[in-house]
């Protein structure tokens, strides 16, 4: 039975929006496989990974009957992927498999039953429901991103807390030794709900958000979350815990600041983190009058050291930074210039704000030199 006539980029598209998601290492071995449902012209597509699931669907089916069947993601896509881009390609199924042909190039690929493949209920009703632009929830993503814990103990931390208040989204990250906190206005959120999103998730959404002005949509249920655009629905199960009180890490009585160039703070710490050890990848800023002398060394005592004016006049400070968390910072934010908050104590953390978003806040804890 036929299922499906359509160029190549036209199937390429929805199958690598899902595709995402399909783990190379799975504990059950239909979850290496795609779910391709066809109703009329209607055809959809589905991948999960038990925590995460997406859909995406075309209309370019072939005749009015329905067929369920799933197959292997990765074969089907590299297979699409080294086809040239001349004709349409088919899909078919006959005896339990799943026919790929276009020109003379002929593909037969191995099915398992439709029946067998896990996919999340939805709840009946959502307790958060609003809609946003998609290049602002992209933004609010990468501005908070990169201080996401990886595989840490505390699993919590293994994602990012989204906090829907009246008027309000914030997006919060961190791993326990460094904070971002990002927020932007919206509309139809009556009351204050908070979720964590795991990484995966995240960093999934960034992967799939253009930056247009279209709408995406995000509903919040216990335990789950939805994320609703164009033709893709991506569906999370949410991370349970205590993320850590934001609030009480952000500092607000800091007084001494400076503000300095992003490019040239970013181009001294590459320079200086050549000469780090992978272990430590510690840096050292010495904060003096109008001056920010970045330095490292390494354990074969080579070193190297930049200098930066700036515009500070107060006590002198000399404290030690992991450079990779400044740099994972830098790499994201797209400001000109950056507002770096300082305490005159090498213990305090520091405070690195944006002059152009006042929402932006990321807190870096110091190491010891």
């Known amino acids: 039975m036929q299922l499906v006539q359509t160029p190549r980029d036209a199937l390429l598209k929805p199958l690598s929006t899902v595709a995402g998601i399909v783990e190379r290492r799975h504990t059950l071995p239909i979850l290496a496989n795609i779910l391709v449902r066809k109703q009329a012209e209607r055809v959809s597509f589905i991948a999960t990974d038990l925590e995460v699931q997406i859909t995406t669907h075309a ?13 292997a993601a990765r074969k089907l896509l590299d297979i699409l992927r080294a086809l040239p881009d001349t004709g349409d ?44 632009p998609r290049k602002t929830l992209k933004h609010l ?45 919206v509309e139809g959120v009556v009351a204050k709900h908070e979720v964590i999103v795991p990484r995966k998730t995240v960093l999934e959404m960034q992967r799939l ?30 991370v349970e815990g205590k993320f850590p009180d934001f609030n009480r ?11 300095v160039s992003r490019e040239i703070l970013q181009g001294c710490l590459q320079r200086a ?22 330095a490292s060394t390494n354990a074969e005592q080579e070193e190297a050291q930049e200098e930066i004016d700036v515009d500070y006049e107060h006590e002198a400070l000399d404290v030690g930074f992991n450079v990779s968390y400044l ?43």
């Open 327 to 369: 740099l994972d910072f830098l790499a994201n934010v797209k400001a000109e210039t950056i507002r770096w908050s300082v305490m005159p104590d090498a213990n305090a953390s520091a405070l690195i704000t944006l002059l152009d978003d006042e929402s932006f806040k990321y807190v870096v804890m110091p190491m010891r030199i």
């Open 141 to 185: 993503f990468n501005m908070a991103h990169f201080a996401m814990a990886q595989q840490d103990i505390r699993y919590y931390l293994n994602g990012m807390l989204l906090v829907f208040e009246p008027g309000l989204l914030r997006a919060v990250a961190t791993d326990g030794h460094r904070l971002a906190h990002s927020s932007t206005p």
């Open 249 to 259: 890490v952000i500092p607000s009585n800091y007084t001494r600041h400076f503000d």
């Open 59 to 71: 209309d370019f089916g072939i005749g009015a009957e329905s067929e369920s069947l799933t197959v």
């Open 89 to 132: 390609v088919k899909l078919s199924t006959t005896g339990g498999k799943l026919a790929v042909q276009t020109g003379k190039s002929r593909f037969s690929l191995q099915t398992l039953a439709a029946t067998e493949f896990p996919t999340m209920t939805q709840p009946e009703r959502w307790d958060v429901s609003l809609t946003l």
């Open 273 to 294: 983190a050549i000469l780090t050890t992978d272990k430590f990848r510690s840096v050292r800023l010495q904060l003096g009058q109008h001056l920010l002398k970045i």
């Open 209 to 238: 958000l253009d930056d247009s002005d279209e709408p995406v949509t995000v509903d919040v249920a216990p335990g789950q979350i939805r994320f609703s655009f164009g033709h893709v629905e991506l569906v999370s199960k949410l």
